[in-house]
C-alpha cells in the first residue's frame, strides 16, 4: 500500500532556531500533500494544503511566514517552523493524496514530535 | 462547512467485552465520512470509510459504522476488543467534492484492560 515516511519522528530544539520536516510519499506522486498539528488531547488541525510546484493554501490563523511550506517535487512536501518558540511545541503530522483524483485517500505520516526548549 | 463532534473523550471497557465510539457530524451537503485510529506517537491510518452505497461498512480487524442520516451520525462498534485495540480514535468528514480537507473530531481513546 501507499506509504507516507515523515522525518525526523523527534525533535528538540532551542527557542529561537528553525527547524525543518520532511514528508514524503514512498512509493506513489503526491501533487497535494497536507500538514496537521495535534495539540495534546485535541483534535487535528489542518495547517495548510501544499501543492507541488505552486504555493501553499493556509488556513485562517496559520502564520505562512511562521510555518513555511516547499513541495519541490512530486513526492516531498517540506515544512519549516522558523524561529521557534515553546508554544510551537507539537505534533506534526503530514499526509499525502495517494491519487489524482479529488477522491484519492488519504495517506498519513507517523508525525513529528517538536519539542522547543 | 462541516464539523464532528465525539461526546466522548474516553471509553474504558475490558477486553472481549462490546463497544461503541459515538461520532455526530454537522453539515448543509453531503458528505463522505471516515473513522481514523491512532497509536501512541504515529500517524492516522484509516480504520474504515462511508462514501456511498450500504450504510454499513466494516474494517477488516471487526470494526463497523454505520451512517445514519437523519440521525447525522457515525457511531463505530466492535462486538469484542482486543487489548491492542488500545488506541485514539478519531472520526471525520469531508464534503463529497473529495478528500480535500478533512475535519477531524476530537477524538475518543478506547481503553481496552485484561
Known amino acids: 500500500g501507499a506509504v507516507v515516511s515523515q522525518h525526523p519522528s523527534r525533535v528538540i530544539c532551542k527557542s529561537g532556531t528553525s527547524v525543518k520536516i520532511e514528508c514524503r510519499s514512498l512509493?506513489?506522486?503526491?501533487?497535494?500533500m497536507f500538514w496537521y498539528r495535534q495539540f495534546p488531547k485535541k483534535s487535528l488541525m489542518l495547517m495548510a494544503t501544499s501543492n507541488e510546484g505552486s504555493k501553499a493554501t493556509y488556513e485562517q490563523g496559520v502564520e505562512k511566514d511562521k510555518f513555511l511550506i516547499n513541495h519541490a517535487s512530486l513526492t516531498l512536501s517540506t515544512l519549516t517552523v522558523t524561529s521557534a518558540h515553546p508554544e510551537d511545541s507539537s505534533f506534526y503530522i503530514c499526509?499525502?493524496?495517494?491519487?489524482?483524483?479529488?477522491?484519492?485517500?488519504?495517506?498519513f505520516g507517523n508525525g513529528t514530535r517538536l519539542t522547543v526548549t | 462547512a462541516q464539523s464532528v463532534t465525539q461526546l466522548d473523550s474516553q471509553v474504558p471497557v475490558f477486553e472481549e467485552a462490546p463497544v461503541e465510539l459515538r461520532c455526530n457530524y454537522s453539515?448543509?451537503?453531503?458528505?463522505?465520512l471516515f473513522w481514523y485510529v491512532q497509536y501512541p506517537n504515529q500517524g492516522l491510518q484509516l480504520l474504515l470509510k462511508?462514501?456511498?452505497?450500504?450504510?454499513l461498512v466494516e474494517s477488516i480487524n471487526g470494526f463497523e459504522a454505520e451512517f445514519n442520516k437523519s440521525q447525522t451520525s457515525f457511531h463505530l462498534r466492535k462486538p469484542s476488543v482486543h487489548i491492542s485495540d488500545t488506541a485514539e480514535y478519531f472520526c471525520?468528514?469531508?464534503?463529497?467534492?473529495?478528500?480535500?480537507?478533512?475535519?477531524f473530531g476530537t477524538g475518543t481513546r478506547l481503553l481496552v484492560s485484561p
Open positions: 471525520a468528514v469531508s464534503d463529497d467534492t473529495g478528500f480535500q480537507k478533512l475535519v
Open positions: 512509493d506513489f506522486q503526491a501533487t497535494t
Open positions: 462511508y462514501l456511498s452505497g450500504s450504510t
Open positions: 499526509s499525502a493524496r495517494g491519487g489524482d483524483r479529488d477522491n484519492s485517500p488519504l495517506h
Open positions: 453539515s448543509s451537503v453531503s458528505v463522505y
